[in-house]
């Protein structure tokens, strides 16, 4: 009865903290991305700021390369001992807190994640699909995909769950399930993970190494990396666990690795337009007809634009001498950007001064582009 009373509580208070002086913002004023901060084990707002005083948040608001995007701060419940709520749980706080602050409403969603909060926002994806499709990318900064020991180790003084996630272990089987549902489900496999590792080791009583009496590498490079995109190496980073996500200035490396992620991956503005292809040479003798079942019409696509064809309609133009025209029509497409097009059309009949004329029809194809096109910032 007691640990439901302080499950509850805990539940209470992450309400309090994540929904703080921040407000859901009117869709009006929303722009089209949002960059959100996820802290780790035992963090808080105070995770993103550098001993110099600078503070990440606040370096990407005041950043004209990041004109386009919202920047918001999560937090949720994780004292620094004895907690009470596992990695499943807090997922669901995490995804309620944004909830209440608008971030679901933006257009795209991307993670500044350090440690556990790499984790949390995997497992907050897997659960809400719908809001997952909005999600381009994940840059996470000492993630333990593979477990960390001092989790192991701290598991012998403390009997918070989130210790037994994390633990590493061939045997974790929260991190293993966790990766495995990951690369199986479509909605989220498509969500490149970006990371980052720490190189240094952390001083034994700062943070999580408050469980030590040594310094030590709380999340190895495999670990860190386990899982993560190909195509942009993982960025080696001179500090240790707690100042990997500290930059103290734009020029750091922690700041310019997630630069140059955003700018490689910019926010895409979805765009219908109409295109047309005619298709000229449609002739006819008197008293003949000409009809195709299956024309086939075809319009460039870009796939660097990630073009798709929508629809398709069709319409006769530039006709003469002919007669009993029935209406083109786009019977279906293909993605590759092809109109398969029914038509008929008859030549006049001989006169007894033109002869025997030759008819003469075009037909224009009116294609229904998307296109996803990038924002300049």
């Not at 808080?44 to 918001?72: C, E, M």
């Not at 440690?115 to 997952?132: K, W, Y």
Request: aromatic share 10%; glycine share 6%.
């Amino acid at each position: 009865m007691r640990s439901t009373f302080v499950v509850l509580w805990v539940l209470f208070l992450s309400y309090v903290a994540v929904g703080a002086g921040c407000f859901p913002a009117r869709a009006d004023d929303l722009k089209p991305r949002v960059i959100v901060f996820v802290h780790g084990i035992h963090g808080a707002r105070d995770t993103w700021r550098a001993s110099n005083g600078a503070y990440w948040p606040q370096l990407i608001q005041t950043d004209p390369h990041f004109q386009k995007s919202d920047v918001v701060v999560a937090e949720y419940p994780t004292p620094s001992r004895h907690g009470q709520l596992s990695t499943v749980q807090l997922s669901e706080i995490l995804w309620q807190g944004l909830k209440r602050q608008g971030v679901w409403e933006h257009r795209e969603v991307v993670f500044i994640a350090h440690s556990l909060g790499g984790i949390l926002t995997e497992e907050m994806l897997l659960m809400h699909p719908a809001d997952a499709a909005h999600v381009p990318f994940i840059v996470s900064y000492a993630t333990p995909h593979q477990g960390s020991f001092v989790a192991n180790l701290a598991e012998i003084y403390d009997s918070d769950p989130l210790l037994t996630d994390l633990r590493e272990s061939n045997d974790n089987s929260f991190l293993m399930d966790l990766e495995e549902r990951w690369r199986s489900t479509q909605f989220v496999s498509r969500i490149h993970r970006f990371c980052a590792c720490e190189t240094l080791d952390t001083a034994a009583g700062a943070g999580v190494g408050h469980y030590l009496r040594a310094h030590t590498r709380v999340v190895t490079y495999y670990s860190a990396t386990y899982g993560c995109d190909v195509d942009t190496p993982p960025q080696r980073i001179v500090a240790d666990h707690l100042d990997i996500v500290k930059p103290t200035n734009r020029s750091a490396a922690p700041y310019t690795f997630f630069a140059q992620v955003y700018r490689a991956h910019p926010i895409l503005d979805v765009v219908e337009s109409v295109r047309d292809n005619k298709l000229s040479g449609l002739s006819v003798a008197c008293n003949r007809t000409n009809s195709a079942d299956d024309l086939q019409v075809p319009i460039a696509l870009d796939p660097s634009l990630h073009e798709q064809l929508l629809s398709a309609t069709a319409e006769f133009v530039d006709t003469d001498k002919t007669r009993d025209p029935v209406p083109p029509e786009v019977k279906r497409i293909d993605p590759a950007g092809i109109a398969h097009v029914f038509y008929s059309f008859k030549g006049q009949g001989r006169g007894l001064l033109l002869g025997c004329p030759v008819g003469h029809a075009s037909i224009l194809v009116h294609f229904k582009i998307r296109s996803e096109i990038p924002v300049r910032e």
